[in-house]
């Protein structure tokens, strides 16, 4: 069937950088994006959406950006912090009025100090 | 404002028995989804539930189902658990559908079959 999947599975970040963290979907009728982060032994947690309408949104420290040509998503962190390490999870939903989510398999990010 | 509780947090149970896990949504939600989430698998979606209809279902054989109470508190039961149930559960809930709100999600029950 078809799913979100991610391009790396670990990402090593110097404190101070800039993430990119890159995610891949193959179904075209997805039309709304999350991004999730996970800690440890805790729930995912919203970071950010975006719909199939825009291509860039903007939150604090956060920009989500949306190729619907090569069905490409991605994160960017500015200034990542050691706070920011957590593995991150891209979904899709294609479903009008339904949190039907397919997720990708995550991506590790590790913030050096 | 407390977030998405879910009951019990931890539990060891054998094969063969059935498990009950509660979710209580974030308080004015009316929507909640179930996700079971495992190393080789990772999330996948098992039920949503909107005023205590189930409006979509994963791909999940029929020994696990929910269901959801007027207060929007929701219960997902598994029945003749195998090993492969073992795994991290978790609700998450919304004010109302997709489109009109965010999807957050509780700390999960964890479940180990042996």
């Known amino acids: 069937g078809e799913s979100v999947g991610l391009h790396l599975p670990t990402l090593s970040v110097q404190e101070g950088d800039n993430s990119i963290i890159n995610c891949a979907y193959s179904?075209?009728?997805?039309?709304?994006f999350i991004w999730y982060k996970q800690e440890s032994g805790k729930g995912p947690q919203f970071i950010i959406d975006?719909?199939?309408?825009?291509d860039k949104r903007q939150g604090q420290r956060v920009t989500v950006l949306l190729n619907k040509t090569v069905k490409h998503l991605s994160l960017q962190i500015a200034a990542t912090q050691p706070g920011d390490s957590a593995v991150y999870f891209c979904?899709?939903?294609?479903?009008?009025?339904?949190?039907?989510?397919?997720f990708g398999k995550g991506t590790k990010l590790s913030v050096i100090p | 404002k407390a977030g998405v509780t879910q009951t019990p947090r931890y539990l060891i149970k054998t094969r063969g028995q059935q498990v009950t896990l509660s979710c209580s949504p974030i308080?004015?939600?009316?929507?909640v989804s179930w996700y079971q989430q495992t190393p080789g698998q990772g999330l996948q979606f098992l039920f949503e539930?909107?005023?205590?209809?189930?409006?979509n279902k994963g791909n999940f054989p029929g020994r696990f189902s929910g269901r959801q109470f007027s207060n929007s508190r929701s219960e997902m039961n598994v029945s003749t658990l195998e090993l492969g149930d073992s795994a991290l559960y978790l609700c998450?809930?919304?004010?109302?559908?997709?489109?009109?709100?965010?999807?957050?999600f509780g700390e999960g029950s964890r479940l180990t079959v042996l």
């Open positions: 308080s004015g939600h009316r929507s």
């Open positions: 179904n075209s009728a997805s039309d709304y």
């Open positions: 975006i719909r199939s309408n825009m």
């Open positions: 979904a899709e939903s294609s479903g009008a009025g339904s949190y039907q989510l397919t």
């Open positions: 539930y909107f005023s205590e209809t189930q409006r």
């Open positions: 998450a809930s919304s004010r109302t559908l997709r489109n009109t709100g965010e999807l957050f």
